[in-house]
């Protein structure tokens, strides 16, 4: 695997076809990486973008090259036209595909994922500026949150996570290793190329 600055990951369901959640900054690492993973890049049929950084769209562009169907939900404040692309910017919360919803757009920057899983809902974020707080409680409206993935930026009132039973604090996250300190049984710890079974 190749790491960067940046997030990127992939949701596998039941029931519906792989969803790519954010692109990274390069879309050469994204396509290698996905490579080395066995995911077939033709083979997303979602793509959503967290929110319009760099670090989560840089490798847009390339996936979009080899991979001409594939829905697209961004934020409004980053919608444009795709020609031919079937592009739907995201205000309020909405379902993607079975299981899978997105918060809305929180504070006019960005969206997350509540995915339905056999232990609650597990949120998955870009960069969390919204801010932690505000992204639990939009995606309480799906169900018990039991757990949340990705950059937690400058998130520090640690008290908020003490309920979750799964902690994968990446990217961004300023606090890392003092949230892995205080919940080291429930925490995973994140990079390139980690698969997690929800
Ligand atoms: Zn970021
Ligand atoms: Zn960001």
Redesign the pocket.
């Known amino acids: 695997m190749k790491s960067g600055w940046?997030?990127s990951a992939v949701i596998e369901t039941e029931h519906a076809s792989p969803i790519l959640f954010d692109t990274g900054s390069d879309g050469s690492v994204l396509l290698h990486n996905m490579r080395q993973l066995g995911i077939d890049a033709r083979q997303i049929g979602t793509i959503v973008i967290s929110h319009a950084?760099g670090?989560?769209t840089g490798g847009l562009q390339s996936i979009l090259e080899v991979n001409g169907d594939a829905e697209i939900y961004v934020p409004s404040s980053l919608w444009r036209r795709l020609p031919g692309r079937n592009v739907t910017a995201v205000t309020g919360p909405v379902q993607i595909c079975a299981g899978v919803f997105s918060t809305g757009e929180l504070k006019g920057i960005e969206q997350s994922l509540a995915l339905m899983t056999d232990r609650g809902i597990v949120v998955v974020t870009?960069?969390s500026h919204p801010g932690v707080g505000e992204i639990l409680r939009a995606a309480s409206r799906f169900g018990k949150v039991s757990g949340i993935v990705g950059?937690l930026h400058g998130f520090h009132d640690f008290d908020r996570l003490r309920g979750l039973s799964l902690i994968c604090p990446c990217?961004?996250t300023q606090y890392k290793s003092e949230i892995c300190r205080l919940f080291r049984e429930r925490c995973e710890e994140c990079g390139a190329g980690l698969t997690l079974e929800l």
């Open positions: 940046g997030f950084h670090d989560h870009g960069c950059g990217h961004c």
